[in-house]
């Protein structure tokens, strides 16, 4: 038999067995560390979902626990930009499963290479980071936020997907399951769980005690340095190589990239990614407030501005104002010169 064959047969025995659920399969959407993600037919509602379901072997139970663990964090997290769960359950082949929300649209990563301007960039970069801060607020700490985890909907929406290695804060730290990176001796304990490219230094080294909220600031940092550069804040390597730059480089500056963009959003970036916690913004709101300042034309607190940029800003912002007090002026001066003649 040859590759390609064996191939088919093992996609086709992977797939769930939806026999006795309310569920139709249609296709496979994607899979990634301990589940994959197929495209159903709720057949009782008549609407179309998402099943995640478990694609390893799972002996222990540990799997299954993570997994119905991840549907109950997300079930309790009911926000605009977090996709719904419907259900959760066991298959008749004795995997766990759960459904959620079918979101269409495109991942970050495949939106913004439509085009969309900054603003635009900015507006939705804000939605993202209010699901993240709503998670925070309920000690939900995500751990795997990149733009491969950010689906963008068809009417602008936001949602953060993947919370399956999700930290819980003030609850003992599960051993790490299903997307562990690798193990460092000498850390907390050894684990190191997220994506190299996007994760914190304190994340890279395997400092379980030390991940909390600002661990996520970073990951959004580095999100909204990806959204600006359109490049990730590290070349792709190795998870090796990606966790070395992490702990000991810098990224490029956002301007040597692109001159165009703004000092203060560059500045609101690097504050983000700071290399210690106590460095970044103390809370997700605080970055997104920081950028709605931006936006509204206010002085940014990760930018201390000299005296000419905040005239300036002062200036873009009254100018239209200022032009019609100019023009006023002018049409006062010329009807006195008018009647004085």
């Not at 025995?13 to 249609?26: E, H, M, N, Q, V």
């Not at 501005?305 to 009254?318: M, Q, V």
Request: aromatic fraction near 6%; hydrophobic fraction near 45%; include cysteine.
């Amino acid at each position: 038999m040859d590759d390609e064959r064996l191939a088919h047969l093992r996609a086709v025995a992977d797939l769930p067995d939806l026999t006795g659920t309310r569920y139709r399969l249609i296709r496979r959407l994607g899979s990634g560390g301990m589940a994959t993600v197929y495209l159903v037919e709720d057949t009782a509602l008549r609407r179309e979902a998402a099943l995640k379901v478990l694609s390893d072997p799972d002996p222990s139970g540990d799997l299954a626990a993570r997994l119905v663990e991840e549907a109950r964090l997300l079930a309790g997290l009911e926000h605009p930009n977090l996709a719904p769960v419907h259900d959760v359950g066991t298959l008749p082949d004795g995997r766990v499963f759960y459904v959620m929300k079918y979101v269409r649209g495109a991942r970050l990563d495949e939106w913004i290479a439509t085009g969309p301007d900054r603003p635009a960039l900015l507006r939705l970069f804000i939605k993202v980071c209010d699901a993240v801060s709503f998670a925070h607020a309920h000690g939900v700490v995500h751990r795997d936020l990149k733009p491969q985890n950010i689906m963008v909907g068809e009417f602008g929406e936001a949602l953060v997907l993947d919370w399956g290695v999700t930290k819980v804060l003030g609850r003992l730290d599960p051993p790490a399951v299903g997307m562990p990176v690798g193990r460092r001796p000498g850390t907390a304990d050894g684990s190191i769980v997220g994506t190299p490219a996007w994760m914190a230094p304190e994340q890279a080294r395997g400092d379980l005690a030390a991940i909390d909220s600002r661990t996520d600031v970073y990951a959004l940092g580095a999100i909204l340095y990806f959204l600006l550069g359109r490049r990730p804040p590290f070349p792709p390597g190795t998870g090796e190589e990606s966790l070395r730059k992490v702990l000991e480089s810098d990224p490029a500056s956002l301007r040597s990239i692109d001159p165009s963009i703004p000092r203060q959003l560059q500045a609101i970036a690097a504050k983000a990614m700071a290399k210690h916690s106590a460095d970044r913004y103390p809370a997700v709101g605080d970055l997104s407030a920081d950028v709605l300042r931006f936006l509204d034309g206010l002085a940014v607190e990760a930018y201390p501005e000299s005296i000419f940029e905040r005239a300036g800003r002062l200036f873009a912002r009254t100018r239209t104002l200022a032009a019609l007090i100019a023009a006023y002026t002018l049409m006062r001066l010329l009807i006195l010169w008018l009647t004085g003649r």
